[in-house]
């Protein structure tokens, strides 16, 4: 084939190849470098998108392109045995291949930058998981997909390739279904966006600040300290509260007064409740009623709206209001319940003996029954105090 080659070509048609691949690798890289230059400079100019992308295309052009089109050059000017010629033509194919990769890699790539921009709004956390694992999985795809390219280009039976590559996959994927679970929830995760990086959350009893979202796991912050490690599968199947998404926190707290209170006073208290309400910050009464009748207090409750889903603000305003209620209620003379029971005792009191005593009088509470040994030491207190 050397010998051939060498006999079939002069110098002169050697010479000419060396000067078509030198002559193509630099009159490519000169336009490269021109064209770079003046977009470079007009496109922070312009509000198109077109600009950018030639920019990016431009910068991310390889040597391969100028060699490809030089050595592709280069064989017009030399007589070449056949299977030399497939071999130049299927190595060119493959280097524009490989470029059109690099091509791809960066548009995606602009794309998603401009999908996820930091002008556009909603979360930054956000936007930066979404297109760090959006960026992951393309990159695959397009390698993968570029891969296969090539070797069927060069010649090698892809179908089969794939075919057991498929069955692989198979056996691969029952392997590690657990893996592949964590993998494509955390794409659920990344599109979807339950939650972000920086968002705190609850899942159970459990609860923390999202540090890192992964392919497998994700990593909560919690409130004592630890680090507590999701698998993305199991964490998803969950029920999650997310409090960073809070617009605003509704609150309803219960207060109970004793049963003593005037009614006259009781109607002045829903009134005192929005008062104290309404003279606090950054918040919206809704209402405050008469409950109900409790246990041992006279039951109200009052309903408001945080504007603020910062827990701190919620609790100074709480405060406010509580102290607010405590001057008004003392101011009136209206006094909080606390927890009090009346026992009434139905019942018959017994003597030693058997003997009972006589029927108590309806008309009031009966008195509690003792047994022999309680009223023997009742006697005897009694005595003793005699």
């Known amino acids: 084939m050397f010998r051939e080659l060498i006999n079939d ?8 190849a060396l000067l078509a ?11 490269r470098r021109v064209l770079l230059a003046r977009l470079t400079a007009v496109a922070p100019t312009t509000d ?3 600009d950018d992308f030639l920019v990016e295309l431009l910068s991310v052009t390889r040597i391969l392109l100028g060699a490809a089109i030089g050595l592709y050059v280069a064989t017009r000017f030399l ?5 030399l010629t497939t071999v130049v033509n299927r190595l060119f194919v493959s280097l524009l291949l490989l470029q ?3 091509w791809a890699n960066r548009g995606f790539d602009l794309w998603l930058r401009r999908r996820f921009s930091v ?3 909603g979360d930054p956390g956000a936007r930066a998981m979404t297109r760090s694992l959006l960026t992951f999985i393309g990159r695959v795809v397009l390698w993968a997909l570029v891969l296969l390219l090539i070797l069927d280009n060069l010649g090698l039976d892809v179908t089969a390739l794939i075919a057991s590559l498929g069955i692989g996959g198979i056996a691969v994927a029952l392997a590690v279904q657990n893996i592949l679970g964590d993998l494509f929830a955390s794409l659920s995760i990344a599109v979807d966006q339950p939650f972000v990086i920086g968002d705190f959350i609850i899942v159970d009893d459990l609860m923390g600040t999202v540090e890192h979202v992964g392919l497998k796991t994700t990593r909560v912050r919690s409130l004592s300290g630890e680090q507590i490690i999701f698998s993305n ?3 998803l199947k969950s029920r999650i509260r997310n409090y960073k998404r809070m617009q605003e ?6 207060i109970g007064v004793t049963y003593d209170t005037p009614a006259d006073r009781l109607e002045v208290i829903p009134g005192l409740i929005r008062q104290a309400i309404e003279a606090q910050q950054e918040v919206r009464f809704d209402r405050a009623h008469f409950k109900g009748f409790g246990a041992s207090s006279l039951d109200f409750e009052a309903v408001y709206y945080v504007l603020k889903a910062d827990f701190l603000v919620y609790m100074d305003v709480q405060q406010g209001i509580n102290l607010h209620l405590v001057r008004a209620f003392a101011e009136r003379d209206i006094e909080f319940a606390f927890p009090t029971q009346t026992l009434h005792v139905d019942g018959r009191l017994q003597v030693e003996g058997g003997l009972q005593a006589a029927e108590p009088d309806r008309g009031k509470p009966e008195e509690r029954r003792l047994s022999p040994a309680s009223e023997a030491l009742q006697s005897s207190a009694k005595a003793g105090t005699r």
């Open 21 to 31: 691949v030198i002559g193509s690798m630099l009159v490519l890289h000169t336009v």
């Open 48 to 50: 198109n998108g077109i």
């Open 100 to 102: 059109a990769g690099f």
């Open 249 to 254: 926190r509704r609150i309803a707290f219960p």
């Open 119 to 121: 002008t556009e709004p």
């Open 233 to 235: 599968n199991d964490l």
């Open 79 to 83: 007589t070449l045995p056949e299977a």
């Open 9 to 16: 070509n002069t110098l002169q048609d050697w010479s000419y």
